[in-house]
């Protein structure tokens, strides 16, 4: 136990620790330098109380970033995808939607012989071999050097990919957004994908993401993945607990510890609530590594041009 306070007291006075500037500095390097070891989160449900501190901070955070559409909503390309407007749904909190990247999952299970009730943050894993990344073929999806995954609004073209082959189905549609509109007005309708991009601008500066810094109970640490797998187990091993992330779609930059079996939780999934069972490495299925590879060039130069457009449509 000791060992654990101790390890504790150290993670919190160098890398972890909010407002400091040996934090501001860890964090910062490991944000922005390709050599720095990807940056991972240890979620730890035992400590959540589910306060939704963090779910508020996020949207907070965030509003800049969520999408506003121009309605009425143009026709959709191709006729059969749904419409999807969260515009006049912005304050639910009960699932993920483009206007909610990270909401609090209620779940039962048993410890001791004793039913037990837990609060589990869900929100993007930050996966450490993004299918959305890899599959999306306007390359509006990106992965830093430090492991985040996020997806650019500017070029994103809503065609999904990205949530389809997601294992957790974490992207969220907002139709009547996005270049599509600019580009083809008459046609034009699939919207902007969205989803948690780590608050990557706070990254880079040095400072910890809104829902870390605003959590009441330290439910959340960041810190190098190897350090906070260590911790991870670290925590699983004091509480006779279990780990997700480690090998969960090829290993994510997201460690959740519980200390029932994932396997033996009860919780609501469906649209916007994702589950937390086993996942196979979907980039290690060959079609997919195959398709990656086809797509890479074609993604890179769409991306370009996109960047390009914006930043015509910016100077303008
Ligand atoms: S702020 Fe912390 S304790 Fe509250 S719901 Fe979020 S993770 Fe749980
Ligand atoms: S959890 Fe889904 S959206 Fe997040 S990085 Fe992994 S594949 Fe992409
Ligand atoms: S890291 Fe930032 S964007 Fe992601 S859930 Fe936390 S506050 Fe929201």
Not at 90 to 117: F, M
Not at 253 to 268: E, G, M
């Amino acid at each position: 136990m000791q060992s654990s306070v101790s390890r504790r007291q150290f993670l919190k006075s160098t890398v972890f620790a909010a407002g400091t500037a040996v934090a501001g500095t860890g964090l910062a390097n490991a944000a922005t330098n390709a050599h720095e070891e990807p940056l991972a989160t240890l979620i730890d449900i035992s400590r959540c109380i589910g306060c939704e501190e963090c779910v508020y901070a996020c949207k907070d955070a965030n509003a800049h970033k969520f999408p506003e559409p121009e309605k009425p909503f143009p026709k959709m390309v191709p006729a059969r995808v749904p419409v999807e407007d969260w515009s006049e749904k912005r304050d639910v909190t009960d699932r993920l939607t483009p206007y909610n990247w990270l909401y609090i999952q209620y779940a039962t299970g048993v410890k001791d012989g004793k039913e037990i009730t837990l609060t589990i943050p869900r929100r993007c894993m930050h996966c450490q071999n993004p299918p959305c990344v890899k599959l999306c073929p306007w390359g509006a999806a990106k992965q830093e050097p430090n492991g985040l995954s996020r997806i650019d609004s500017g070029i994103c073209l809503g065609g999904s990919k990205c949530k389809n082959v997601c294992p957790w189905d974490i992207p969220q549609r907002q139709t009547g957004v996005g270049l599509y509109l600019d580009i083809l007005p008459a046609f034009a309708g699939n919207g902007v994908m969205y989803k948690c991009d780590r608050c990557y601008q706070k990254l880079e500066k040095g400072e910890q993401p809104a829902c870390i810094a605003a959590c009441p109970e330290e439910v959340q640490v960041i810190g190098r993945r190897s350090e906070i797998i260590e911790l991870a187990r670290e925590r699983a091993k004091e509480m006779d607990g279990y780990l997700y992330g480690l090998e969960e779609n090829g290993g994510t930059h997201t460690i959740y510890v519980s200390p029932v079996p994932f396997d033996q939780l009860t919780y609501n999934t469906g649209k916007g609530k994702p589950h937390l069972n086993p996942v196979k490495d979907t980039m290690a299925d060959g079609s997919n590594l195959a398709l990656a590879l086809v797509i890479a060039p074609v993604a890179g130069a769409a991306a370009a041009l996109g960047k390009f457009y914006k930043h015509i449509k910016e100077e303008a």
